[in-house]
């Protein structure tokens, strides 16, 4: 069993900054695929950014160029950084961790909202 706790999230002004941290109880497997989702609200979630196994990271269209997913296996960690914030970045947003194609694990979310 993998526990997932997110942390950073809060309230940023437009065109800010903000690092989210995902903490994992248990070991991260390079197998394991990351990923960070959010749900804005009234809306479904959806993906934001992922990093697979072999180093391959995706990113939503709508991030591209602004946030970037990293994972640290040895302090058993992934983090994403975000920049240039929009008001339609604030959500919600999630860690999930994906084993062997089959384990699914969430974290319990942390908010992010944008507004001057």
């Known amino acids: 069993q993998v526990q997932l706790v997110e942390s950073g999230g809060g309230l940023v002004q437009p065109g800010g900054s903000l690092r989210l941290s995902c903490a994992a109880s248990g070991i991260i497997f390079s197998s394991d695929v990351m990923g960070w989702y959010r749900q804005p609200p009234g809306k479904d979630r959806e993906l934001v950014a992922r990093s697979g196994s072999g180093g391959s990271i995706n990113y939503a269209d709508n991030v591209k160029g602004r946030f970037t997913i990293s994972r640290d296996n040895a302090k058993n960690t992934v983090y994403l950084q975000m920049n240039s914030l929009k008001p339609e970045d604030t959500a919600v947003y999630y860690c999930?961790?994906?084993?062997?194609?089959?384990?699914?694990?969430w974290g319990q979310g942390t908010q992010v909202t944008v507004s001057s």
């Open positions: 999930k961790l994906l084993r062997n194609s089959i384990r699914i694990y």
